[in-house]
């Protein structure tokens, strides 16, 4: 049984950063591609970064230069990195596989509010 869960969400200020981290369980993490997603109210989820099993790296063009996405494989753990904040980063984030296809149960995510 696949077991998603995200942490270090939190309230920041904006330019503030933050680490996510994801632990997951009950699958062969180190073969997966792995993805930090993020929905904010009233809107869609969508992918923010991904990461390879080799550890080649892609970001959407809202993060890049911000977001640092890596992995601890001997840790079954993903990160992500988030520098500069941004009001409009407010979401909750989510990680799963990359792509979603026959994705693994959501997590209960992080939330993640950047305001002053």
């Known amino acids: 049984q696949v077991q998603l869960v995200e942490s270090g969400g939190g309230l920041v200020q904006p330019g503030g950063s933050l680490r996510l981290s994801c632990a997951a369980s009950g699958i062969i993490f180190r073969v997966n591609a792995m993805g930090w997603y993020r929905q904010a109210p009233g809107k869609q989820r969508e992918l923010v970064a991904s990461i390879a099993s080799g550890g080649s790296t892609h970001y959407a063009d809202s993060v890049k230069g911000r977001f640092t996405i890596s992995r601890d494989n001997a840790k079954n753990t993903v990160y992500l990195q988030m520098n500069s904040l941004k009001p409009e980063d407010t979401a909750v984030y989510y990680c799963?596989?990359?792509?979603?296809?026959?994705?693994?149960?959501w997590g209960q995510g992080t939330q993640v509010t950047v305001s002053s």
């Open positions: 799963n596989k990359v792509p979603l296809i026959l994705a693994w149960a």
